[in-house]
């Protein structure tokens, strides 16, 4: 009965921002650590942003500074600040959970990034 639900993407203009939440069911939210991939068409999936469970932060490179990754463990719930959008950021978001070898993912979120 696991589930991870991602929120809030949509359509915005390059420079814009965006918040995108994940709310994840039917774990054990505070020991998990979560994460944020995204994939573009003709792309492979990428890593943008996880954090562990004690809080420590890891980004890609081509979103540092732009981007924010954040949990509420009373909510269940990891979020995706994005900044200063660019068109390079248009993709299929998806939301990760990761314990030792047991890993779960959301169905995705699309973000589009255009004017």
């Known amino acids: 009965q696991v589930q991870l639900v991602e929120s809030g993407g949509g359509l915005v203009q390059p420079g814009g921002s965006l918040k995108l939440s994940c709310a994840a069911s039917?774990?054990?939210?505070?020991?998990?650590?979560m994460g944020w991939y995204r994939q573009a068409p003709g792309k492979q999936r990428e890593l943008v942003a996880t954090?562990?469970?004690?809080?420590?932060?890891n980004y890609a490179d081509s979103v540092k500074g732009r981007f924010t990754i954040s949990r509420d463990n009373a909510r269940n719930t990891v979020y995706l600040q994005m900044n200063s959008l660019k068109p390079e950021d248009t993709a299929v978001y998806y939301c990760?959970?990761?314990?030792?070898?047991?890993?779960?993912w959301g169905q995705g979120t699309q973000v589009t990034v255009s004017s």
């Open positions: 990760n959970a990761n314990l030792a070898r047991t890993y779960y």
């Open positions: 954090i562990t469970s004690s809080e420590n932060t």
């Open positions: 039917g774990i054990l939210f505070k020991v998990y650590a």
